[in-house]
């Protein structure tokens, strides 16, 4: 499994997460096999531009993510996201990346649902 999670800072397990994936400036990378940690690493969130999710989708998905664990995220790209394969966890709680993948592996943590989405009315 490779999980991306958005980030403020570039530190790995130790980085404070971001609040919401488009705004992140980094993403953590974490590959995990059979419920270990294999690798950690980072990128610049590249960005979008106008509203243009399906951009933003692209930037996971071109980093071979098959899981995304937001604060936040709106309405059209977790579509987007959900089109491409790659699920969505919603984790307000962890304060860090370690933290976060923790309550992945332990189950603590469930996919999203639409109506969590920013932006659903």
């Known amino acids: ?14 980085a404070k997460r971001g609040a919401h994936f ?3 400036p980094f993403y953590v990378i974490v590959d995990i096999e059979n419920g270990e ?18 951009n933003a989708v692209m930037n996971i998905k071109n980093l071979g ?4 664990i937001v604060v936040g995220i709106g309405h059209r790209p977790l579509e987007g996201f959900k089109q491409a394969g790659i699920k969505v966890y919603y984790d307000d709680v962890s304060p860090t990346v370690e933290e976060a993948i923790n309550r ?14 920013c932006g659903v009315h």
């Open 104 to 117: 992945l592996l332990s189950g603590e943590t469930q996919e999203i649902r639409p109506e969590n989405a």
């Open 65 to 68: 993510a098959d899981t995304l």
């Open 1 to 14: 499994m490779r999980v991306v999670i958005p980030t403020s800072t570039p530190d790995g397990l130790l």
């Open 37 to 54: 940690i294999k690798d950690v690493n980072f990128t610049q969130n590249p960005g979008h531009a106008g509203g243009a999710c399906g």
């Open 22 to 24: 488009g705004k992140a």
